[in-house]
Each structure stands twice: as C-alpha cells, then as structure tokens.
C-alpha cells in the first residue's frame, strides 16, 4: 500500500477560558435581527415537527439550538434557510421573509453539516468552485487558495473528496460554508464524528471567523462542551416548542446543575410542561 504522508500541523487559535464565555450584551447589535422566527409551524402529516416556536436572534451573537433527536432543531434550520416552507407563521433572516424572497438572503449566508456530502467524483477544489459560483463569489481562485491555506486543505485539494476522511470532508464543509465570507452561518452537528482534536480546531475556526466577520451563527449541536464555549444563549427545543431560553450560566444556575449536559438531561426527561 502507498504511504500517504501526513497532513501539516494545523494552527489552532487559542481556546477561551470557560470563564471568558461570550456574552450578547457585549456585541454592538443591529436592530435588525439576523433572524426572527414569528409563530413558526412545521406539520408532516398528522406529525406537529415544529409548534409555534418565536425567537430572535440578534446580529454578532452565537445562539445554540439544543434538544434530543426530534427536537425540530433540523426542521427549524430548513425554514430558515427556505429550503422547508412553514405550514403557519413566519421566519425573517437578515431582514428577508424566507418563505417568500429567500434569494434576496442567500447570497449573505450558508450552512454546514457533516450529514451534506459533496460529489464524490469532483475533486475539493471543483467542489468548490461550484459552490464559489453558485454564490457568485468574486475573485473566487484566491478565495479558494486563502481557505485551503487557513484550513490546511492544500494536501488534499486536488483530490477526489470522495476518498477523504472524516476529518478530512469536515474541514472541506467548513471552507464550502465559509466560501461566500456569510453574515450568517447555520451550523447542524459541526463536529459530529470528530475526534476531540479535529473537533476543538474546528470550533477554533469558527469563532476566529465569527470574530472577523462579526457573524451571526447559529448552533444545532449535541455536544454540551461545544455549546458552552461557543454560545453566548442557548434555546432548548423539545417536541418541537421551546421550553428554556438563556445563557449556558444562566440555565445551568436555574436548574441547579453543574454542567449544561445535566439541564440537557434534565429537561429530556422531565414531563412534557415540567420543565423547568
């Protein structure tokens, strides 16, 4: 077998201390919200995934969406991208009623999640290129050579993405979602599968991006660790409603717990309208 040699040493940025969580009131916020969901209903059938939940989100913050399998923490992300259209109410992202006008936004944002696979034929870099045009980036070959540096793609960059790793298509993903430089970025399970590694250069690479773009995320994770570092506010979902909304402090004090993912289980068990 031909021995592949390994990848270069990525660059991590610092890692916040626990105590230096970011906090929403800090930001200077625009009084539009980078999203605002009104009433939003999701029916599939005789199946409510998403029942009248509202929430705003406001620009530069890192929000997290938590909640078990079923939660309608995917189903949310497709309204907001307009890729899901709402059975009632409505959800606006960077000012644009999604359901109606969303080419007006999507030009300004982009989503990423391991479970999106890219064609396996096309190497990185014609994967890129294609999604770079789709979203009629300018000057797009620097573009792609800038994040194949900042990402440590250059190894692989002319390679099938087919026959990459784990590791390897999560950081392709993450230069696909940052092609377009997004004002908003919609995050599902970003370092699902990683080891910790891999997992805590990534979540480096996301608030390095979010802190020179002043971005707005949005978070759907299981991994607690992850919310707590990267989210200023979480909102806790189940059976489609939200049942909590604050900080990761501020919830972990309400329940009387030490670490976010005992509220997580805490309110994944407790009876529906028991929560907290």
């Known amino acids: 077998m031909r021995n592949i040699p390994p990848p270069p040493a990525m660059t991590r940025p610092p890692a916040p201390s626990r105590t230096a969580r970011p906090s929403a009131p800090r930001l200077r916020l625009s009084p539009t919200p980078a999203i605002e969901a009104r009433r939003l209903v999701k029916r599939f059938g005789a199946t409510t995934a998403v029942d009248a939940i509202s929430f705003a989100v406001e ?26 259209l709402p059975s009632a109410g409505e959800v606006r992202a960077l000012g644009v009623d999604m359901a109606r006008d969303r080419y007006r936004a999507l030009g300004r944002m982009n989503f990423e999640s391991p479970y999106v696979d890219m064609p396996h034929r096309l190497t990185v870099r014609q994967n890129l290129r294609v999604f770079g045009r789709l979203y009629g980036v300018a000057g797009l070959e620097k573009r792609i050579e800038a994040l194949a540096a900042d990402l440590a793609l250059e190894p692989f960059l002319d390679r099938p993405a087919g026959s990459l790793s784990a590791g390897q298509k999560t950081r392709v993903a993450l230069a696909k979602a940052l092609i377009n430089d997004p004002e908003l970025l919609l995050l599902d399970e970003p370092t699902a599968s990683l080891d910790p590694d891999t997992a805590d250069w990534v979540r480096g690479r996301l608030e390095a991006f979010r802190r020179a773009r002043g971005a707005t995320i949005l978070l759907a994770s299981h991994n607690m660790a992850e919310v707590e570092r990267l989210c200023g506010r979480v909102l806790m979902l189940k059976q489609g409603r939200i049942v909590d909304d604050g900080s990761p402090d501020a919830l972990i004090a309400r329940y009387g717990r030490s670490s976010l993912e005992e509220v997580f289980l805490d309110v994944a068990r407790a009876p529906a309208g028991e929560e907290a």
Do not use: H, R, S, Y
């Not at 997290?64 to 189903?75: D, E, P």
């Open 59 to 84: 620009a530069g913050t890192v929000v997290g969406l938590l909640g078990g399998n079923g939660a309608g923490k995917t189903t949310t992300i497709g309204m907001i991208m307009g890729l899901t």
